[in-house]
């Protein structure tokens, strides 16, 4: 234990986890900046809903190490790439989970709405998306873990952040060092997972928690 601690003391360890953290950060930024307006763009259309649905889970089957070797010819080595193939990385999971909340609001609530004479967009932003909420949160939580975990790798062409500590362990031979990088990521990503536990909760409508509860008795 002592000498995992020495390594997090260690005067770089700092910069590690703070790029990792930025490259987790930016590439989960990027990923909803690109997933949700395609969500939205689709939304009315089945058809199209279905190919943003089944291009995710393409971009889902694709194993990260793969993205990042894919990125590396056409972006080169360091932060840049590992960014870009991070989001690539962050996308599936929420174009998944915005288009498929977006396609399951209940049909009948759509035509109240519209019943009451709201607009196209005010029945987008004032009803479809506060009850697909809580599926797109889900979907930006898994996202952001996957990231977090991924990001580890991008090392491996030049990124920096904590799995530059997990290799230098191996190269060294040194238990601690490769104890210490992989604690810290699995730290982080319980920490990120629990708060975007918490925001999902958060974001969830009152009504539709309450609807919950009745489900459940």
């Known amino acids: 234990m002592n000498g995992i601690l020495e390594v997090l003391r260690r ?16 590439a989960l930024l990027i990923g909803i900046a690109i997933a949700i307006p395609v ?17 995710g889970n393409i971009g889902r089957s694709v194993p990260s190490l793969a993205i990042l070797a894919f990125a590396l010819p ?11 193939a991070l989001a ?8 998944i989970n915005a288009s498929t909340g977006l396609r399951q609001v209940d049909p009948k609530i759509v035509d109240a709405a519209r019943g009451m004479g709201l607009s196209g967009r005010q029945i987008l932003t004032g009803v479809q998306i506060p009850i697909a909420a809580p599926i797109i949160f889900a979907g ?3 996202a952001a873990v996957q990231v977090v975990a991924s990001a580890t790798l991008a090392t491996f062409i030049g990124g920096g952040g904590l799995g ?3 290799v230098e362990g191996f190269q060294r031979n040194d238990i601690y060092i490769q104890l210490a990088g992989a604690l810290s990521v699995a730290v982080l990503a319980i920490i990120t997972e629990l708060g975007f536990g918490f925001l999902e909760r958060a974001f969830t409508p009152k009504g539709l928690k309450v609807a919950r509860k009745r489900r459940g008795k």
């Open 88 to 95: 690539a990385l962050a996308i599936p999971p929420i174009l």
């Open 74 to 84: 056409i972006f080169g080595l360091g932060f840049v790439p590992s960014l870009v």
């Open 164 to 166: 530059d500590l997990i």
């Open 140 to 142: 930006i939580r898994t």
């Open 11 to 26: 005067g770089g360890f700092g910069q590690l986890l703070l790029t990792h953290i930025e490259l987790s950060v930016l």
């Open 39 to 55: 969500a939205l763009a689709v939304n009315r259309s089945p058809f199209w809903s279905a190919v943003a649905i089944n291009i």
